[in-house]
């Protein structure tokens, strides 16, 4: 398989991934004081996208660097980031030369990354000895509704022969045991724990919509009835879809050093 380019989510990307502003300062105020981050200091976001990630840094005075597969989501974080340093290129195959930068950023990506260890080799690479990797992720709990009607809809989507699996890692374990593997040393570290509010109409349609890059690779004919399947049980299950239900939040960094 090959890597996921998010060319078309350019459109909505910033309405559906937008993070809470109190969890947006406290990310950015987690990777500067982590990484370091003064001036003088070189940082490389490997996904960079439309800059949900880099932009809070650049305007905390960060030197930051963007890499990204999708020229449509670089052109989109060019537009609102004048004298970007913005590079078009494949996370594996990075066009910098060794030990380029003290730090580098990886947020949500390393499951649409093909080729994740080799991603994490060459960031390795660029990164000076001794440099960091912040690997930023978010977690929830399995036993709430976002993470039920989740597992649901896999389960049929799978039982009419698809797969919602992207290219990349498919489990943030399997990262941890490559990083073990290389002798990195890994600390978990949390960053922010917040309440969003799911209404499972709301949820339903935007798969309808295919907002969410796992569904990009289903027929229309499977996407539809998965989504009408899922309906009918989340009707079973919770009556009316459009009742708001709380789901907790949290946003974790692995901080990784690397060895050498």
Same mark, same amino acid.
């Given at each position: 398989? &090959?890597?996921?380019?998010?060319? /078309?989510?350019?459109?909505?990307?910033?309405?559906?991934?937008?993070?809470? /502003?109190? @969890?947006?300062?406290?990310?950015?105020?987690?990777?500067?004081?982590?990484? %370091? =981050?003064?001036?003088?200091?070189? *940082?490389?976001?490997?996904?960079?996208?439309?800059? /949900? #990630?880099?932009?809070?840094?650049?305007?905390?005075?960060?030197?930051?660097?963007? @890499?990204? $597969?999708?020229?449509?989501? =670089?052109?989109?974080?060019?537009? &609102?980031?004048?004298?970007?340093? =913005?590079? %078009?290129?494949?996370?594996? *195959?990075?066009?910098?030369?060794?030990?380029?930068?003290?730090?580098?950023?990886?947020?949500?990506?390393?499951?649409?990354?093909?080729?994740? &260890?080799?991603?994490?080799?060459?960031?390795?690479? @660029?990164?000076?000895?001794?440099?960091?990797?912040?690997?930023? !992720?978010?977690?929830?709990?399995?036993?709430?509704?976002?993470?039920? $009607?989740?597992?649901?809809?896999?389960? #049929?989507?799978?039982?009419?022969?698809?797969? =919602?699996?992207?290219?990349?890692?498919?489990? /943030?374990?399997?990262?941890?045991?490559? !990083?073990?593997?290389?002798?990195?040393?890994?600390?978990?570290?949390?960053?922010?724990?917040?309440?969003?509010?799911?209404?499972?109409?709301?949820?339903?349609?935007?798969?309808?919509?295919? @907002?969410?890059?796992?569904? !990009? %690779? $289903?027929?229309?004919?499977?996407?539809?009835?998965?989504?009408?399947? $899922?309906?009918? !049980?989340? %009707?079973?299950?919770?009556?009316?879809?459009?009742?708001?239900?709380?789901?907790?939040?949290?946003?974790? #960094?692995?901080?990784?050093?690397?060895?050498?």
């Amino acid at each position: 398989m &090959k890597s996921l380019t998010f060319d /078309r989510a350019v459109s909505y990307y910033d309405r559906t991934r937008a993070l809470p /502003r109190e @969890v947006s300062d406290a990310l950015t105020d987690a990777l500067i004081e982590l990484g %370091q =981050l003064q001036p003088g200091r070189r *940082c490389l976001e490997v996904g960079a996208g439309t800059g /949900r #990630i880099a932009l809070p840094l650049v305007a905390r005075g960060v030197d930051m660097v963007g @890499v990204d $597969l999708s020229l449509a989501m =670089l052109a989109r974080l060019a537009s &609102k980031w004048p004298h970007a340093q =913005l590079v %078009q290129a494949d996370a594996a *195959c990075l066009p910098f030369p060794d030990r380029s930068f003290d730090i580098a950023l990886m947020v949500h990506v390393l499951h649409v990354i093909a080729d994740w &260890k080799g991603a994490l080799v060459e960031v390795q690479r @660029v990164v000076r000895p001794g440099g960091l990797l912040l690997h930023v !992720w978010n977690h929830r709990r399995q036993d709430d509704l976002a993470s039920r $009607l989740a597992e649901r809809f896999r389960v #049929i989507v799978e039982a009419g022969g698809g797969s =919602l699996d992207r290219p990349g890692a498919r489990r /943030r374990e399997d990262a941890l045991a490559f !990083w073990a593997e290389q002798g990195w040393h890994t600390e978990e570290i949390e960053v922010a724990r917040w309440q969003e509010d799911l209404m499972p109409a709301a949820h339903i349609q935007s798969l309808r919509d295919r @907002v969410w890059s796992g569904t !990009w %690779q $289903l027929s229309d004919e499977l996407l539809a009835s998965a989504v009408d399947e $899922l309906t009918r !049980w989340a %009707q079973a299950e919770l009556g009316s879809l459009e009742q708001s239900y709380p789901i907790e939040r949290l946003m974790m #960094i692995d901080f990784v050093r690397f060895s050498g």
